[in-house]
């Protein structure tokens, strides 16, 4: 199993609009090319100090082969979706495989 993780930091003034629109469009369009079977969604307690809200959302996957074809078929078209918060957040994505679980 893989974890596709996305840490994003987002202004405060586009802080509510762009959590609504995480939860309600753009994790179920992440799960809706189902090549994710899971999405968490975190908080980041740790301020920074650029200010803003940090949040991390992960995504389960079954295998690298599966995330890469979501990178060919469905990453760019998802991602341009954020383009109406261009300029209000930052964001940095890591890929995590899961060793064991307990």
């Known amino acids: 199993m893989y974890i596709y993780n996305v840490t994003i ?12 629109w995480m ?8 799960l809706a090319t189902g090549k994710f079977s899971k999405a968490l969604m975190s908080k980041v307690l740790v301020e920074e100090e650029m200010g803003g809200y940090t949040y991390s ?31 209000h957040f930052v964001a940095f994505r890591t890929e995590l495989e899961i060793i064991s679980e307990h």
């Open 9 to 20: 930091n987002i202004e405060e003034t586009k802080h509510e609009e762009w959590l609504s």
């Open 23 to 30: 939860k309600n469009e753009h994790i179920p369009d992440m």
């Open 57 to 87: 959302v992960q995504y389960t996957t079954d295998s690298k082969g599966t995330l890469q074809q979501y990178y060919k078929v469905d990453a760019e078209r998802l991602r341009a979706k954020t383009n109406r918060f261009a300029g």
